[in-house]
């Protein structure tokens, strides 16, 4: 698949004659990029798939407002973890039930998952980021997985630096209690 650069996506998002094509083309050039940092939140495969098809329509809706201050990436990359984000508390409220109750069994759940390939202690890592709250689960995800700069966070999340290292530091420290129970 040929690589184009945000410049030129840019450019053809924002000409009426080629934006479709070029939105299809940001959509596959990033759709599996996204994927991943919405699958990290969302944890399953189908209610990945959902989010991200949810993301990708919320993005075209909006086309008319991105501006091209960000990068093509960081601004999608932001709509798809606000939609991830925003379908975790509606599965929660729907459900009814407990942060606690839902965090319990994602071990469980990843292990029955044909499509999860990590193994129990991969399980237990991500019902530990799963007990996070919703912030320092998604600073934890992007810095630990993605490798990004807090620079980077900061444009997608829209949040301070200073704030980003502080949440992914008491993140760090959560996760390292939650394996102390099982040493």
């Known amino acids: ?16 004659k080629t934006r479709s094509r070029g939105f299809e083309m940001a959509v596959r050039q990033y759709s599996e990029q996204l994927y991943w940092q919405v699958r990290r939140l969302v944890l399953t495969h ?23 201050d960000a990068k093509l990436i960081t601004w999608m990359s932001r709509i798809a973890i606000n939609e991830a984000l925003d379908f975790l508390r509606r599965q929660k409220n729907r459900n009814a039930i407990s942060a606690d109750d839902v965090d319990s069994g994602i071990a469980n759940q990843l292990m029955a998952d044909e499509y999860f390939d990590g193994d129990e202690r991969e399980a237990q890592l991500q019902q530990a980021i799963a007990s996070l709250p919703d912030v320092q689960r998604t600073v934890f995800l992007m810095r630990y997985y993605d490798d990004m700069k807090y620079s980077d966070i900061s444009k997608t999340l829209g949040t301070s630096e200073g704030a980003l290292k502080a949440s992914y530091h008491i993140a760090v420290k959560k996760i390292t209690e939650f394996f102390k129970q099982f040493d």
């Open 1 to 16: 698949m040929q690589s184009y650069d945000d410049e030129q996506l840019k450019s053809l998002i924002k000409e009426p």
């Open 46 to 68: 189908e209610d990945s798939n959902d989010v991200i098809q949810n993301a990708f329509l919320k993005a075209w809706n909006s086309l008319d407002s991105f501006h091209g």
